[in-house]
């Protein structure tokens, strides 16, 4: 069972459009940090102001983005919760999945490591986050 699961978070990663670009051995080696989760519609991910470690990809499903004025829908391929880990700050937004979603989950430390070992990924997620910290800070 446990091999089955390790197989098929491998698949989920190759299926991220972020890790289109890289190497099938690059994206063997990120699957294998990648926690997968399943979460339910409702479900509570994350919650504004708390201090976060984690980063969450989209596998499957949809989540909703809140804050007191903003609401974005974020599906398949998108990732969140990366704000808190680029800039130490607490988390910027409640984020709640909409319907059944499956996730994989980034610490903090393979966040790191997997940005640092790739500019262009890197520079794509501070690009992201800060439109959308621009967005709520202008909403
Ligand atoms: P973080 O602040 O760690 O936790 C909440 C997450 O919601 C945040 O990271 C982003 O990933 C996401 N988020 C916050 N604001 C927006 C927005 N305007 N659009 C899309 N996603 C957002």
Redesign the pocket.
């Given at each position: 069972p446990q091999l089955d699961m390790g197989m098929r978070t491998e698949e989920l990663t190759a299926q991220l459009p972020l890790f289109r670009d890289l190497s099938e051995d690059r994206i063997r080696a990120i699957s294998r940090l990648m926690r997968p989760l399943f979460a339910v519609p409702g479900e509570l991910l994350?919650r504004?102001g708390e201090r976060?470690d984690t980063?969450?990809f989209i596998s499957s499903g949809a989540v909703e983005?809140i804050?007191e004025h903003?609401r974005?829908r974020?599906g398949r391929g998108?990732?969140?919760?990366?704000?808190?880990?680029l800039?130490g700050?607490?988390?910027?937004?409640?984020?709640r999945a909409l319907g059944y979603c499956n996730l994989l989950v980034l610490s903090r430390t393979d966040f790191r490591s997997l940005t640092d070992k790739d500019p262009t990924l890197k520079q794509h997620m501070a690009t992201?986050?800060a439109?959308?910290?621009q967005?709520?800070a202008t909403?």
């Open positions: 994350i504004k976060g980063a969450y983005v804050t903003v974005v974020l998108d990732v969140f919760g990366e704000i808190a880990l800039t700050q607490p988390r910027t937004a409640d984020v992201m986050a439109q959308r910290r967005m709520n909403a």
